[in-house]
């Protein structure tokens, strides 16, 4: 695609309810990241896969968190048993290569857990 | 703990003035970049600067690296309506973590017609 598409655009779950939220990055892009952007702040790394594997998964805050890009191009962050504190903007960008750091976000997903 | 510290923190001035904006940290960094986002999109890379002292304009914005790569400042020149926006630092440290931003937490700036 022309750029990073991110799906849903806006999500509203209640507490303790499971979410996945999609990534699809631009074509031909190696490098795929998730950052949560709460309101306010600045967004906060989450997660770095170089094509399948999460090179590092350092700034998931806890267990609860899990992401997956099984061929190489879409990726989904997982959250279980969500929280009020979950509720941000998380924001996925893909990279032609991971020394490219010229990075593309996408539009985000607004998550709102009630 | 935010590594990266903007100021101001919310900016409102009126069409045709100038402004800067500044990004400040106690850590060097290999490269920095400037942001803007509008409400409901994602950050769109403005600039990155990777030399210390290094100089970027883009049309009436000019960006500066600062000499120790610890700091940087952007400066607006006779400031539009689509100006409008917030403004992002992230610093990118170097080493095998050279993908990782570090953002600040923006400038919100207004521009008044």
């Known amino acids: 695609g022309a750029g990073v598409s991110q799906t849903p655009s806006n999500k509203v779950t209640e507490k303790g309810k499971y979410v996945e939220l999609r990534c699809d990055p631009i074509s031909g892009h190696t490098a795929l990241y998730w950052y949560r952007q709460s309101l306010g702040q600045g967004p906060e790394f989450l997660i770095y896969f170089q094509g399948t594997g999460a090179a590092d998964d350092s700034g998931l805050p806890n267990d609860r968190f899990f992401a997956v890009r099984p061929e190489g191009s879409v990726s989904t962050l997982k959250i279980q048993r969500t929280e009020r504190g979950d509720s941000a903007v998380y924001l996925c960008a893909s990279s032609l290569r991971a020394a490219d750091t010229e990075a593309f976000f996408g539009q985000g997903t607004r998550l709102t857990v009630v | 703990t935010q590594l990266l510290e903007q100021s101001p923190q919310f900016l409102s001035i009126q069409e045709g003035e100038n402004l800067t904006v500044y990004c400040n940290s106690s850590?060097?960094?290999?490269?920095l970049q400037w942001y803007r986002q509008e409400p409901g999109e994602g950050p769109v890379l403005l600039v990155t600067?990777?030399?210390?002292?290094e100089v970027k304009k883009l049309k009436r914005l000019t960006f500066q690296f600062g000499d120790a790569r610890k700091d940087s400042s952007l400066h607006i020149t006779a400031a539009q309506t689509g100006d409008t926006g917030l403004y992002l630092c992230a610093g990118a440290r170097s080493g095998g973590s050279n993908y990782k931003l570090t953002f600040g937490k923006g400038t919100l700036l207004t521009v008044n017609p």
């Open positions: 850590s060097v960094f290999s490269s």
């Open positions: 600067v990777v030399t210390g002292g």
